[in-house]
């Protein structure tokens, strides 16, 4: 019996002359029918007009000409069955189309005849040719290439007709800038084959040896939206992980549409196909890992769901770990806001653009079970949520009612257990309202004018919703409270800040604050700096960094002293690590902070008020660790000495730029035991905390940084204390793990790496 050379090597980007063999027959691809297809009597009879096609054909860019290259005919778009066009010209043997959607068009005239009906699909067969033969734009045309154009990899049929093959052909260029080109179908006579043989399904499965590049060009003819579970099973084997899909559901105002996302990560890139809930193909992705940059969304024409996907590090590989729990919630995006001992308060919100939504809500989960208590929906309108110093019960202000359809502006202070309604205020809040809270109070700013230069401060007893006192407030003014926290209502105002008592709207203290120098940045929609509020264990400290007059002051609230100070600028953001300690960013160009070029962040010590050191772009999201403090650093995970600012390490990426990649950071960071988890690039990552190196990420854990989010994402996207890591998504889910199962998973994952030499 004759060996049987790889595949591989046959279909290998050098090959040595195949030679046609005769095997025990392999499983084959499977093959998708062509419709029947019946247009004009011959290329010659077309005319100008409209055309539905029956089956799929290559819409290009360029007419296909002699005098370009076989592969330098830009097709953009593959034009599908039912699909209707206008002809508006026939130029020789090409068919000129003028398509709203598409533009400028071409594609041989000889589709659109009868005798083009009777092209069939067959099962993909690989082929070779003599390096004098040619191939044809269409079976029969004058518009020819010689074979050697094509490389020396062997071509793929895909479909045939008579005597002829219909052969894939790869684009180049087969990106430019954001628009990929798609495998071209040109015809070569049957008789001009030297060698054939078919290609074996499963080109994903972890024993293929089918080259990447065959195999993306396989999936770009031969994969379509709408097709079944079975045939890409068939096509590309079975996948190595099953997970929940994003949402599907485009339109706003709907609810999600959760199918199933396959991902192929066995090979080079990843794949990832997307099912619908009833099992039809909706999506499917590449991704190459290793680029010079991270870069997405490369689309196959603008009406298409196929996409490819740059990233500029290793591919990830999943790490299976099972949750407690996964609450399903309706809504796509997920972040924690706050937590009692019996129950979790969640804040929902369909993630439209800029900040907007059509749909928002906050709901309570079962903390044991993740069984859902209670919803309140808001609409489309803004609210806040404050818990009282208990966490029992949480107050929430809506501007939106919309079970009414209507803006009704009401304050709602509801059981956290139950969402029993123990009381609620409505006002009329012509000009907006905001609400946050002091130490059993409930603080109530409501505009009196449409510039809110006066406003009327209501402080109400959390317990009872009964008003406590009022003030009028105009000019400069601003309401410095935060939460429950606060010991006092703190107003600055004209160069003043006085603590009143929430009771009784006595005066408790005054600190001189001074003349500002620069706006607050906290009410720039973008800003992550500040605090990170911990859901899981509130800070109980009295003091407080804050903006006053020409200072950050670190003031206690209980006696209105300064702890400590660093001078404002506002070409600098400060991020709060502890009360010593503040990672400051600095513009080193430009008039404004947001857009300079260039940035440096510094680690200023408060006790002894000084610069401890500096390094060069944009480090935020620091957490500390005793003498580590891990950061992400342009985007980049890292972790450098707290006393020096020395790298102890930072993720291995292929960037070839100093690049800021921070929008692809969707949380904090979580610590569990040796591992570090963030959000990156839509995956929830583990890092080994020691070196930076990566183990995966996280089974069925969709992720994602959505816009002007960023402080919800910042406090509630990942959460990990009392042996416990809650994560929120952007499908709607939200899941607990119990910390010890997760890290024991993750002890596994890690010497699954070690024993393979240490490759994610």
Not at 144 to 158: H, T
Request: proline letters at 5%; charged letters at 25%.
């Amino acid at each position: 019996m004759r060996s049987r050379l790889s595949i591989k090597k046959r279909l290998g980007i050098v090959l040595a002359a195949a030679i046609c063999l005769s095997l025990v027959p392999l499983p084959v691809q499977p093959v998708k029918e062509a419709g029947p297809t019946v247009y004009a009597d011959g290329t010659g009879s077309l005319k100008p007009g409209k055309v539905t096609l029956r089956q799929k054909v290559v819409l290009y860019e360029n007419a296909p000409s002699r005098t370009r290259s076989l592969r330098n005919h830009s097709a953009a778009y593959y034009g599908h069955p039912g699909e209707t066009f206008r002809v508006s010209d026939v130029k020789g043997e090409m068919a000129f189309i003028e398509s709203d959607e598409l533009g400028d068009v071409w594609l041989p005239a000889w589709y659109l005849s009868k005798e083009a009906g009777q092209v069939r699909n067959i099962d993909p067969l690989s082929l070779r040719l003599p390096a004098n033969s040619s191939i044809y734009a269409a079976p029969g045309s004058s518009v020819r290439w010689p074979a050697s154009q094509a490389g020396e990899m062997p071509l793929i049929a895909v479909s045939k007709w008579q005597d002829w093959y219909g052969v894939l052909i790869a684009p180049d260029p087969w990106k430019k800038e954001h628009t990929l080109y798609r495998p071209a179908i040109m015809w070569v006579k049957a008789k001009d084959v030297k060698s054939k043989e078919k290609l074996p399904a499963g080109m994903l499965e972890p024993s293929s040896e089918l080259p990447i590049e065959a195999v993306r060009h396989l999936t770009d003819y031969l994969v379509d939206e709408g097709d079944s579970k079975s045939y890409v099973k068939q096509l590309l084997g079975e996948p190595q992980v099953k997970e929940h899909s994003r949402n599907q559901e485009q339109r706003s105002g709907r609810p999600p549409v959760i199918g199933e996302t396959w991902r192929y990560e066995a090979r080079e890139a990843l794949f990832t196909a997307t099912f619908s809930p009833a099992g039809k193909l909706t999506a499917w992705e590449w991704t190459f890992p290793n680029a010079a940059a991270f870069e997405g969304n490369y689309y196959a024409g603008s009406h298409d769901p196929f996409s490819y996907r740059f990233s500029a590090m290793p591919l990830l590989r999943t790490i299976e770990a099972g949750p407690v729990w996964r609450n399903q919630g309706n809504l796509n995006f997920t972040f924690l806001l706050e937590a009692s001992r019996d129950a979790l308060l969640i804040k929902g919100d369909d993630g439209g653009f800029s900040g907007m939504h059509d749909n928002s809500s906050l709901y309570a989960i079962d903390r044991s079970t993740g069984k859902k208590l209670w919803q309140q929906d808001a609409g489309f309108g803004w609210y806040t949520a404050v818990p009282d110093r208990n966490r029992e019960h949480i107050t929430m202000y809506s501007a939106y009612n919309p079970e009414k359809k209507a803006y009704e502006s009401r304050v709602r202070h509801i059981r956290l257990t139950d969402g029993r309604i123990l009381w609620e205020r409505k006002h009329k809040a012509e000009f907006g309202l905001t609400m946050t809270a002091a130490s059993g109070a409930i603080l109530l700013l409501e505009g009196l004018d449409l510039n809110a230069k006066k406003s009327m401060l209501s402080v109400v007893d959390q317990q009872t919703g009964k008003l406590r006192w009022k003030k009028t407030l105009s000019g400069e003014y601003r309401l410095l409270n935060q939460g429950p926290e606060d010991p006092y209502v703190l107003i600055e105002q004209s160069g003043k800040l006085t603590a009143y008592a929430p009771m009784t709207g006595k005066i408790a203290w005054t600190y001189k604050s001074g003349r500002k120098v620069m706006d607050d940045p906290g009410w720039d929609p973008y800003f992550t700096g500040g605090y990170r509020y911990e859901p899981l264990s509130p800070a109980g400290t009295t003091t407080r960094w804050m903006l006053l007059g020409d200072k950050w002051t670190l003031l206690n609230m209980k006696s209105g002293k300064r702890e400590g100070s660093y001078p404002a600028n506002e070409m600098e953001r400060i991020e709060v690590l502890d009360e010593r300690y503040l990672l400051v960013q600095r513009a080193l160009d430009g008039n404004y902070f947001t857009g300079a070029k260039s940035y440096e962040t510094v680690l200023y010590d408060a006790v002894n008020q000084r610069e401890l050191w500096t390094v060069k772009g944009r480090a935020a999201r620091g957490i500390m660790e005793g003498d580590v403090i891990y950061l992400t650093l342009n985007g980049i995970p890292a972790a450098v000495e707290k006393e020096t600012g020395e790298t102890i390490w930072k993720m291995e990426t292929s960037l070839k730029s100093n690049e800021d990649v921070t929008q692809l950071v969707g949380s904090s960071f979580g610590i569990l035991d040796r591992y570090l988890l963030i959000s990156f690039g839509g995956d929830l990552i583990v890092l080994d905390k020691g070196n930076g190196r990566i183990l995966g990420r996280l089974f069925d854990i969709a992720t994602g940084n959505v816009d002007l989010r960023e402080q919800a994402a910042r406090s509630g996207a990942l959460n990990i204390a009392d042996g416990e890591v809650y994560i929120g998504t952007v499908n709607g889910a939200f899941v607990r793990y119990d910390a010890a199962e997760l890290k024991e998973r993750l002890d596994e994952r890690g010497a699954e790496l070690d024993a393979a030499g240490g490759q994610n």
